[in-house]
Nanobody
Framework: QEQLVESGGGLVEAGGSVSLSCAAT?????????MGWFRQAPGKEREFVGR???????YLADSAKGRFTMSRDNAKGTGLLQLNNLKLEDAAVYYC???????????????????WGQGTQVTVSS
């Protein structure tokens, strides 16, 4: 059983926007975790996109700065990744993940995260 469920991906034109949601299932107290976002394109390794601690401290990868934003609602058990000004190279499966080490440190490796969702596909058309 997945502890996290992503939604909101789809087909978007280059320059467009899409919002991705991540919902924690019952049993996960979201306020105890930092939430990370990753993406993986075909044939490539899983890539760090951003991280938001339970208190809202954020860190974005350079490729996401100025275009992507993150937010979360601990009470609702949800997180959001807003993707703006999408580029062709942003096309990937996007994953949310939870890190029990809820620190503001730049934990960018997938191995640092304890729970993962199933991913949601974002396709960018020209």
């Amino acid at each position: 059983q997945e502890q996290l469920v992503e939604s909101g991906g789809g087909l978007v034109e280059a320059g467009g926007s899409v919002s991705l949601s991540c919902a924690a299932t019952s049993g996960i107290i979201l306020s105890r975790y930092a939430m990370g976002w990753f993406r993986q394109a075909p044939g490539k390794e899983r890539e760090f996109v951003g991280r938001i601690t339970s208190s809202g401290t954020t860190y974005l990868a350079d490729s996401a700065k100025g275009r992507f934003t993150m937010s979360r609602d601990n009470a609702k058990g949800t997180g959001l990744l807003q993707l703006n000004n999408l580029k062709l190279e942003d096309a990937a499966v996007y994953y949310c993940a939870l890190d029990a080490s809820n620190t503001p440190w730049r934990r960018t490796l997938p191995s640092a995260y304890d729970y993962w969702g199933q991913g949601t596909q974002v396709t960018v058309s020209s």
